[in-house]
């Protein structure tokens, strides 16, 4: 390899920063101007939506292993590295080979767009962020590009480069040198600054725009017609520690592929059934309030839940049937399946008889007797007992597409997981957590177990590999809620697994083997490591 000097190895490094400066332009003038169009036509959101939809079932579960409900943390993070490291290379391209750079620029500018137009619900008109922003990156990207080619101007620098670098070219001495790198930083600098304002801004300006918060305050909710089953007084397990049976809307898990939350006006939003129907029916909002609704306990669980995970959460709904809209439409014979879809694009396969049947599968509009906190699908989503959230619980749901499983495939089926989603019967030890230590003696061991629409008959412990010892369950509120357990085990020094498994109410045991997530759900038995000592 070429041996660099170190004034060249400077300009290389004043050239990256170049690049990754005008790459902060692009995707800070798009996000100003990205506030007058949806929030999704922004580079970084239809560039991480892109990524995400591209996501092999193995990377979205191992995002969700390691990171948790942070892996979109995680995504922008991934996403900020990897954007720099590429403005890095094409800062130093365009210092050698202006075309060349630019051509690269107008290639990521393509990218962009490409991804922001394959948004779902996105026109053609929101490309013009990208399109604006780009080119205000590429003339950045010259502006800081000719004070580093008078600065020493490269051997093979076309004709334009040196009439750019105008009178300090070829003239590279002592002060012109001092002149050009304090011409290159302060340009660097003034722009950076800029362009954090100008995202900033972006950002306030859109929040302000779609004050979708404030309108979710202001919705009172109706009553429901039917009130949710009284809970019983011992569904709460007395060990200290045991997750809250009710989960409060602020710590219930989410999941979704949404980067930027859809924030839909009540006033626009609708609901059209169609497809294998007798009469398409749409509804709005009003329509909703205006019907007979319903409250009920669901616990939602997630198929990407690993054993012992925490995504699963019990709320209180309040929603109208699904069963009512259906039996509106009337669907014809042979349809097996509904689609629904999110206004986001993301869709799920659920059975028709499911959303017939009178385990109450509904559109939902309140969570815990407030309405849908914007994560979780404000205004409307779907909750279906029994099945997992990827195929069933679709939020900013808009539209319903009667169909077959033959004809349609949902978002997640797509992309190598299963087309249904049966919930399979887990139990879960939250008490002690795992490599927890205390000293011998009695010690209180408690946790959950679900089989949404089979019910929790049974809960049993395992220390290590000894005999399995009934827990002792707390009460049930219904079998499409979770069940809470307690157990007292008199510890021995040592180290210990504390293992679990439940019966649902078919008399099924949890079975053993092991399985990953994909493409059905995780199962096995849950296994908590102590030290008693
Ligand atoms: N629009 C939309 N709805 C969605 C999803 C999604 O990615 N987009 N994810 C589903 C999955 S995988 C689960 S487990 C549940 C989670 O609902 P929650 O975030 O309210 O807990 O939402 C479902 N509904
Ligand atoms: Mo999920």
Redesign the pocket.
């Known amino acids: 390899m070429e041996k660099l000097g170190s004034r060249t190895r400077g300009t290389h490094s004043m050239a990256a920063l170049a690049g990754v400066v005008s790459a902060g332009v692009v995707l800070a003038v798009a996000e100003l101007i990205g506030a007058f169009f949806t929030a999704r036509a922004t580079p970084f959101f239809a560039l991480g939506s892109t990524f995400i939809d591209f996501t092999p079932p193995w990377l979205k579960d191992f995002a969700i292993a390691t990171f948790g409900t942070n892996d979109k943390a995680a995504l922008f993070v991934g996403m900020g590295v990897t954007i720099a490291v590429l403005a890095c290379v094409l800062g130093i391209v365009a210092y050698r080979k202006w075309a060349l750079g630019v051509l690269g620029v107008l290639f990521m500018g393509a990218v962009i767009v490409a991804c922001v137009l394959t948004r779902a619900g996105v026109g053609p008109l929101n490309a013009i962020p990208s399109i604006l922003g780009t080119l205000a990156g590429l003339f950045v990207l010259r502006r800081l590009m000719v004070p580093l080619w008078g600065l020493k101007p490269w051997p093979e620098a076309p004709a334009d480069q040196a009439a750019d670098a105008g009178d300090h070219l070829g003239s590279a001495d002592a002060g012109t040198v001092g002149t050009s790198r304090r011409r290159f930083f302060a340009a660097a600098g003034i722009t950076a600054v800029a362009a954090g304002i100008a995202a900033t801004g972006g950002r306030l300006l859109s929040s302000a725009r779609n004050n979708v918060a404030q309108a979710r305050d202001a919705l009172r909710l109706p009553s429901p017609v039917k009130a949710a089953a009284p809970v019983p007084a011992g569904v709460q397990s007395p060990v200290p520690g045991v997750f809250p049976w009710l989960t409060p809307n602020s710590e ?7 980067l930027s939350v859809p924030e839909i006006n009540v006033n626009d939003w609708e609901l059209r059934v169609h497809g294998m129907v007798e009469q398409e029916v749409t509804m709005n909002f009003q329509d909703l309030l205006d019907a007979e609704l319903i409250e009920s306990h669901v616990t ?1 669980t ?3 839940n690993p054993v012992g995970g925490k ?1 699963a ?1 019990n709320a209180k709904w309040l929603g109208l049937p699904i069963r009512e809209v259906l039996a509106k439409a009337k669907p014809k014979e042979g349809a097996d399946m509904v689609l629904s879809k ?1 206004i ?1 694009g ?1 869709s ?1 396969s659920t059975p028709l008889e499911v959303l017939q049947d009178d385990r109450d599968a509904m559109l939902a509009i309140g969570m815990n007797g407030e309405p849908l906190p914007v ?3 404000y205004p409307v ?1 779907m909750v279906v007992p029994g099945l ?3 195929v069933s ?4 749901v808009v539209e319903l597409e009667v169909t077959r499983f033959a004809d349609a495939k949902a978002y997640w089926t797509e992309r190598g997981w299963s087309d249904r989603g049966p919930i399979k019967t887990m139990a879960r030890v939250d008490v002690p957590k795992s490599f927890a230590k205390f000293p011998p003696g009695k010690v209180a061991v408690g946790g959950t177990a679900w089989a949404q629409t089979r019910g929790i008959t049974k809960v049993e412990v395992q220390i290590d590999d000894g005999e399995w010892m009934e827990a002792t369950l707390s009460d049930e509120a219904s079998t499409i809620t979770w069940r809470q357990w307690s157990f007292e085990w008199d510890a021995t020094p040592g180290i210990h697994y504390v293992k679990a498994r439940a019966t649902d109410g078919t008399g099924e045991v949890q079975t053993e083997t092991r399985a990953d997530p994909v493409p059905d759900g995780a199962s096995g038995w849950p296994s908590v490591m102590v030290t008693v000592a």
């Open positions: 219930f898990y989410r999941i979704d592929t949404a939602l997630c198929v990407s995504l959460g999110s986001d993301f799920a994560e979780h699908g989503r997992y959230g990827f619980a679709t939020k900013w």
